[in-house]
């Protein structure tokens, strides 16, 4: 097995990093919503006001192993802010290919995030999960997150396209 460190992308990694994305979204069955191009993660995550803040999942070789490194995960995450509480951090994706997940890569992530919050001060960090991911569920429930949909009944809205355009022509 490779040792696996998580550090923060650098532009070169967005050729796998949009990779990973398009894994995530065949594995949450919504393959034809990602619109993204690589030339969109450059411009929206590496220029002088990023849009975003990605943490990857490098896979290292063992001493002797003929293969180079390989991102193998990401946690891709953005600044909020709730009226509520200040300054928080979205976890908007968090995804490690299936041959690596049990050993601990995304609660590496996760825990990086949380550092990165902290040094942002940052009061808390947000994500959302599909309903049927029973086994991210209960990584976030083991590592102390709670779960708001149950605690207190929130639902997620979206607003998107048509009808977001129609919107702002009122």
């Not at 065949?26 to 919503?33: G, K, P, R, S, V």
């Not at 601990?104 to 902290?118: D, F, T, Y």
């Not at 040094?119 to 429930?141: E, H, I, P």
């Not at 607003?159 to 022509?169: I, S």
Request: glycine content about 8%.
């Amino acid at each position: 097995m490779a040792f696996v460190r998580i550090r923060e992308a650098k532009e070169e990694d967005c050729g796998n990093i949009l990779r990973l994305i398009r894994e995530l979204a065949e594995f949450e069955e919504l393959a034809d919503q990602v619109k993204i191009s690589e030339e969109d993660l450059r411009a929206d995550g590496f220029g002088e006001n990023p849009f975003y803040y990605c943490l990857v999942a490098e896979s290292l070789p063992s001493p002797g192993e003929p293969q180079g490194s390989c991102l193998v995960g990401y946690g891709l995450y953005y600044f909020i802010y709730s009226t509520w509480k200040g300054r928080s951090i979205y976890l908007e994706d968090i995804y490690v290919k299936p041959e690596y997940r049990g050993q601990g890569i995304g609660s590496k992530i996760i825990k990086k995030v949380a550092e990165v919050a902290l040094d942002k001060g940052c009061s808390q960090f947000r994500l959302l999960v599909l309903d049927w991911n029973k086994r991210a569920m209960d990584l976030y429930k083991v590592l102390g997150a709670q779960d708001l949909t149950e605690a207190e009944g929130w639902h997620s809205f979206s607003f998107e396209g048509k009808v977001m355009k129609k919107l702002a022509e009122k």
